[in-house]
């Protein structure tokens, strides 16, 4: 009936703020080894990245933890882009079929290509005062 006069019942929708996220960042590369040293490289690279997004094991007991790496990530050119605060890597994975079809080196029998794509969460939640100069979410403003 309101649909002919042009008119729409309002819904009564709101947003309430109920608490700040801590915010996450996500990054995807393709790796491409032109030699059997590269392709070393880049093993090691993802043996790293997988590493340091798992706890250790405190003084050799099997009791307590140590937690998993932290991150400081910049950007090498970063005046026009954003800062991101001290991260944990949340999730690392790795297709070694990165052109969607399987590929290897005839010598070595590593892949042509490798994408690795990697999640991280900042530890400290972001607030207004962090916003607005470079270096600002690492506590010092200009």
Do not use: W
């Not at 059997?36 to 307590?64: C, H, Q, V, Y």
């Not at 790496?69 to 690392?92: A, C, H, M």
């Amino acid at each position: 009936v309101t649909a002919g006069q042009g008119v729409a019942t309002n819904p009564f929708q709101a947003v309430f703020f109920q608490n700040p996220e801590l915010r996450t960042h996500s990054f995807s590369y393709t790796l491409s080894p032109q030699s059997s040293d590269e392709s070393s490289t880049i093993r090691n690279i993802i043996t790293e990245f997988k590493k340091a997004m798992l706890p250790s094991f405190s003084d050799g007991s099997k009791t307590f933890f140590n937690y998993p790496k932290v991150f400081e990530i910049e950007f090498r050119f970063d005046e026009f882009l954003f800062e991101i605060g001290t991260s944990v890597l949340t999730s690392f994975d790795v297709s070694y079929h990165a052109e969607n079809t399987p590929s290897y080196f005839d010598e070595s029998k590593a892949p042509t290509a490798v994408k690795i794509s990697m999640s991280f969460q900042e530890t400290n939640i972001l607030t207004a005062e962090d916003v607005g100069g470079r270096n600002a979410i690492r506590g010092t403003r200009k």
